[in-house]
């Protein structure tokens, strides 16, 4: 739930990595969320609960997506690559899977490198 709320607070954040740890955990809060909404529509008859969550989440999943690809030293602009029937969805689906890109690169630093040097600084302060 944390990184779903990361995702949220860096909701138009374009710039930077995600690790596929937020990435993933976005994806999968967002659809309770949307399953949720979905359940309330069809209990209310509102039908409005649903749009209004994924108008909402557009930005942030798109802005997630996009620091995804940069983790692996992609740009942003790959994402479109789904626009290509079948082959780019699942182009994209082993892009998102595919692990961080080792060091520093082009669009920051490795996050997953800096968790760990700081879960190694907390077990050498205590």
């Keep these: 739930m944390n990184y ?3 995702v949220l607070q860096n909701y138009a ?11 993933w955990f976005f994806i999968l809060f967002n659809f309770l969320f949307a399953m949720a909404a979905f359940l309330l529509d069809t ?18 999943g798109l ?17 479109l690559i789904v626009l ?7 182009w994209l689906l082993v892009l998102f899977c595919t692990d ?3 060091g520093d690169n082009e669009y920051g630093s490795n996050p997953k490198s800096m968790s760990t040097a700081s879960a190694d600084q907390s077990v050498l302060d205590s």
């Design 13 to 23: 954040n374009f710039n930077g990595r995600a690790r596929r740890s937020e990435f």
């Design 84 to 90: 290509i029937p079948l082959i780019g969805g699942i």
């Design 4 to 6: 779903y709320i990361k």
């Design 100 to 102: 961080s890109q080792p």
């Design 43 to 60: 209990i209310t008859g509102a039908g409005i609960f649903y749009i209004l969550y994924v108008l909402a989440m557009f930005i942030p």
């Design 63 to 79: 802005a997630v997506a996009v620091r995804r690809l940069h983790d692996i030293g992609k740009s942003g602009w790959m994402y």
